[in-house]
């Protein structure tokens, strides 16, 4: 039986965003209802704080004191859409550290985790907070385990709609780290096309699908079985981690690609067997976007569904242009990896 944990803490429900923000505490008060009565066994787990040296690993020390002071001077804004609130450094510190101790206890006791956490991350460069994001909490743990914790090789698979332009940045000229990402093409931040391969000795390291309106479930099952997996063997990660954004599923109001509640319980049930497999730590998982909280509350629940490793009837029809989406990808990383010689 496979230890499990949900990470949440109050402190990300005062996280201010202001009236009418998508990116609102009621996501987690559905989320946390939702997991209350699922019929899956797991630990819920409060975080400490990551500390400043923890995040400067990221992201730039004046750009964290900003952060503070403007919380302290009761609040700001870090672009039109991210607002900082009295509560959002701490809270911020608090959904880092929640990947920091995740990861610290995927690697020393086996443990895989589902992170309830807000605000976001994955959108957060070295320098600026955007798209809802604050401090980077996947990169953050990434950083940590690499620096601490002895992992090698970590794997970030990112399956929110939107591209995470800040997890790419971190990471675009380290080998050590295989940033993937599946995203709607022309989306918000506009990153994210599939000649972005990564930089120096990190090229071939970053990898992207971008995703035609309306790709679904079909796609996702063509990308795991003919890339992703693939790719994962041959990469041979020592921990994998998940941006689990659910603005990709069907009725996201800030989405428009199709994915099932299904698909985001197959993905995590692929991922926890491939780290088994692969005898890799993980999967963690870092909540990042997924806007209509009831939609989001059930994909959370069927997500440690996965995790736990429950099986999943996920028989979806591949079409054709499933697998044309993915050959813009596949020719971009070919020289590469070998695993890819054979997929056209
Ligand atoms: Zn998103």
Redesign the pocket.
């Known amino acids: 039986m496979v230890a499990l944990s949900v990470y949440f803490h109050e402190r990300f429900l005062d996280h201010d965003t202001g009236a009418w923000h998508p990116e609102s505490s009621v996501r987690l008060v559905a989320a946390r209802r939702a997991l209350a009565s699922a019929d899956v066994p797991f630990e819920w787990r409060e975080p400490s704080p990551a500390t400043t040296a923890q995040v400067a690993r990221v992201h730039a020390p004046e750009y964290i004191q900003s952060v503070e002071r403007l919380a302290d001077r009761s609040g700001g804004a870090l672009d039109m859409d991210t607002h900082v609130s009295p509560a959002s450094y701490e809270a911020a510190l608090l959904a880092a550290g929640a990947g920091v101790e995740a990861v610290k206890r995927a690697v020393s006791v086996g443990e895989r985790a589902f992170l309830l956490v807000r605000p976001?991350g994955?959108?957060a460069v070295r320098s600026r907070g955007m798209?809802?994001c604050i401090f980077n909490n996947v990169a953050v743990a990434a950083a940590y385990a690499r620096a601490e914790l002895g992992v090698e090789r970590v794997l970030i698979f990112d399956w929110?709609?939107?591209h995470g332009n800040g997890t790419q940045d971190a990471f675009y000229q380290d080998p050590t780290v295989l940033y993937a990402s599946m995203?709607l093409r022309n989306h918000?931040p506009g990153t994210g096309a599939a000649f972005e391969v990564g930089a120096g000795p990190g090229k071939g390291f970053t990898m992207n699908v971008p995703l035609s309106h309306g790709a679904g479930d079909g796609l996702v099952k063509h990308l795991f079985e003919a890339v992703l997996e693939p790719m994962a063997r041959e990469f041979r990660p020592g921990l994998v981690l998940i941006s689990s954004?659910y603005?990709?599923q069907q009725g996201d109001p800030?989405?428009g690609l199709r994915l099932s509640a299904d698909a985001f319980h197959w993905m995590a049930l692929r991922f926890a067997q491939m780290a088994d497999e692969l005898e890799a730590a993980g999967p963690v998982c870092f909540l990042?976007?997924?806007?209509e909280p009831e939609l989001l509350a059930g994909s959370v629940v069927r997500t440690l569904e996965g995790l736990a490793g429950r099986v999943v009837n996920f028989i979806p029809e591949v079409s054709d242009s499933d697998h044309a989406e993915v050959t813009s990808t596949v020719n971009a990383l070919r020289e590469h990896w070998s695993v890819l010689d054979e997929v056209h």
């Open positions: 976001p994955h959108h798209g809802f929110d709609v939107h995203h918000y954004g603005d990709s800030l989405g990042e976007g997924g806007y």
